[in-house]
């Protein structure tokens, strides 16, 4: 098994190094346009104060005519300046978009992480379903949903939230909505936004796969009021859920059953190579 990566490894600290130059570009670049943004408008309104006086003068027709030729020389000059400046404006438009997206991208995967690290920060049980509820609650944005436990070709409700756990029924592995979710080990969400959150019409189904083996399902009735979409973030923390809260639930399970696992040097090389 590959080693995992630490945060404060070489190549944690590399890849942090990388982004900071980058980003300390991206800051220099933005001053650059800012500079050059305003020598272009002090240079208009210069132009513009001497276009004022020339034209209070009284002149000859041939210093009229250089006026003009004047005129006419500094109007292309200004027509110049003009498309620079708005070149100008579209590349800072753009880099702040791109600014936002990278900065968008940056929370989305500092979201993932932190999911991901508490998940596996703990072998006890209660901690984990405590730690997986709130990844639902902060990051997805429900206060009403329920975590099943497979029990033969049954799904057991085994705690809840927002809801009477003792109100809520076993599912068939296989029928309805959440049980063929269950059986298929495929995520479901529903596209209906207007039926009322039950059993029968949820709005995510959450099967909790070990190497390809149903352990469970989270079922998601409904989410906050504030929340108008399942966004790609929440897919992604569905995956990640559907994987991770399996795996860190199996170990948890297995750490309750026996206290006594031996943990020395020995018994990790007997298991290793057997």
Same mark, same amino acid.
């Given at each position: 098994m590959a080693d995992e990566e630490k945060p404060n490894s070489p190549k944690s600290k590399g890849a942090a190094e990388d982004f900071l130059q980058v980003f300390k570009k991206g800051v220099q670049f933005t001053e650059e346009l800012l500079d *050059?943004? !305003? +020598?272009?408008?002090?240079?208009?309104?210069?132009? *513009?104060e001497e276009n004022h006086a020339l034209a209070a003068q009284k002149m000859d027709s041939q210093h009229f005519q250089e006026l003009l030729d004047q005129i006419k020389e500094m109007g292309g000059e200004g027509d110049r300046l003009l498309e620079r400046f708005s070149a100008v404006e579209s590349e800072s438009r753009d880099f702040k978009r791109r600014y936002q997206e990278i900065e968008e991208e940056n929370n989305r995967l500092a979201n993932l992480y932190i999911a991901s690290y508490?998940?596996?920060?703990?072998?006890?049980?209660?901690e984990v379903v405590r730690i997986a509820f709130e990844i639902i609650v902060n990051l997805v944005g429900s206060m009403d949903f329920t975590l099943f436990i497979r029990d033969g070709s049954k799904l057991v409700p085994v705690c809840a939230q927002g809801r009477d756990l003792?109100?809520?029924p076993l599912i068939t592995i296989g029928k309805g909505i959440a049980g063929k979710a269950a059986q298929q080990g495929v995520l479901y969400i529903s596209g209906d936004e207007m039926t !009322?959150?039950?059993?029968?019409?949820?709005?995510?189904?959450?099967p909790l796969l070990m190497e390809g083996k149903l352990m469970g399902l989270i079922v998601i009735f409904s989410f906050l009021d504030h929340k108008m979409c399942i966004? !790609?973030?929440?897919? !992604?923390?569905?995956?990640?859920?559907?994987g991770h809260a399996a795996t860190a639930l199996y170990s948890a399970r297995l750490n309750a059953d026996s206290k006594t696992?031996? +943990?020395?040097?020995?018994?990790?090389?007997?298991i290793l190579n057997s």
């Amino acid at each position: 098994m590959a080693d995992e990566e630490k945060p404060n490894s070489p190549k944690s600290k590399g890849a942090a190094e990388d982004f900071l130059q980058v980003f300390k570009k991206g800051v220099q670049f933005t001053e650059e346009l800012l500079d *050059e943004n !305003e +020598r272009l408008r002090v240079r208009v309104v210069q132009l *513009e104060e001497e276009n004022h006086a020339l034209a209070a003068q009284k002149m000859d027709s041939q210093h009229f005519q250089e006026l003009l030729d004047q005129i006419k020389e500094m109007g292309g000059e200004g027509d110049r300046l003009l498309e620079r400046f708005s070149a100008v404006e579209s590349e800072s438009r753009d880099f702040k978009r791109r600014y936002q997206e990278i900065e968008e991208e940056n929370n989305r995967l500092a979201n993932l992480y932190i999911a991901s690290y508490q998940l596996h920060s703990t072998l006890d049980l209660a901690e984990v379903v405590r730690i997986a509820f709130e990844i639902i609650v902060n990051l997805v944005g429900s206060m009403d949903f329920t975590l099943f436990i497979r029990d033969g070709s049954k799904l057991v409700p085994v705690c809840a939230q927002g809801r009477d756990l003792a109100g809520l029924p076993l599912i068939t592995i296989g029928k309805g909505i959440a049980g063929k979710a269950a059986q298929q080990g495929v995520l479901y969400i529903s596209g209906d936004e207007m039926t !009322e959150a039950s059993l029968q019409q949820p709005k995510v189904c959450l099967p909790l796969l070990m190497e390809g083996k149903l352990m469970g399902l989270i079922v998601i009735f409904s989410f906050l009021d504030h929340k108008m979409c399942i966004t !790609e973030l929440d897919r !992604e923390l569905f995956n990640l859920l559907g994987g991770h809260a399996a795996t860190a639930l199996y170990s948890a399970r297995l750490n309750a059953d026996s206290k006594t696992i031996n +943990r020395d040097a020995a018994s990790y090389i007997k298991i290793l190579n057997s």
